[in-house]
């Protein structure tokens, strides 16, 4: 939800990016959806960007992406790319989030929403 709001609040002074906005929830969702078809127990980003759950996520978004192993080649890779941004951005925010919270860092990240 945090990644969410940070977006909006980004782009939301200019209405032409709204579906901007719209698209990345769209991927997330997508992204969220084979996770959870693939590892039922990680349910949320938060989840997502922990170190045991990164071979499910790299599995899932080489599912969404159409990756062929004998060629080692993705159908959409600009997905991919957008994917791991958009990961790199919710993990960026988890660890804003955790650093303002005062008390211990590692237990806030474990609690981050």
Request: proline share 5%; glycine share 2%.
């Amino acid at each position: 939800m945090k990644f969410g709001s940070t977006l909006y609040l980004m782009h939301s002074y200019n209405c032409h990016r709204r579906p901007y906005i719209r698209q990345h929830f769209r991927q997330i969702r997508r992204l969220l959806t084979e996770i959870t078809k693939q590892d039922p127990s990680v349910r949320s980003l938060t989840l997502c960007i922990r170190d045991e759950n990164v071979p499910v996520v790299c599995e899932a978004v080489q599912a969404l992406c159409q990756f062929d192993s004998t060629t080692h080649m993705n159908k959409t890779p600009s997905l991919a790319l957008k994917l791991g941004h958009t990961l790199k951005a919710c993990a960026n925010t988890a660890i804003s989030c955790a650093m303002q919270t005062p008390g211990n860092e590692e237990d806030t990240l474990k609690t981050y929403p």
